[in-house]
């Protein structure tokens, strides 16, 4: 499984990539940009873990950490 890149999400502006994450964080239902398959949590057993998540269409996984990182080194 490769991790996906913030290059590859195609979001526009630093507020569209944020808000992304924070539907992550909260819980919401959200689809992968770059397929349109719902993500489902990376770490299944460890219920109180919102950090990584999966993508089973497209074999991404989506790191919250390394994405704020890219988020705040490329769109300041």
Known sequence: MERA???ELGFENRDEA??????LWNGEE???PICGTVLISLHKKAKKDSSDWQCKNCD???RAMYLLDE???QMK
């Open 5 to 7: 890149r913030l290059a």
């Open 18 to 23: 944020v808000g992304f994450l924070k539907k």
């Open 30 to 32: 959200t689809v992968c």
């Open 60 to 62: 991404k996984s989506y």
């Open 71 to 73: 988020i705040n080194e």
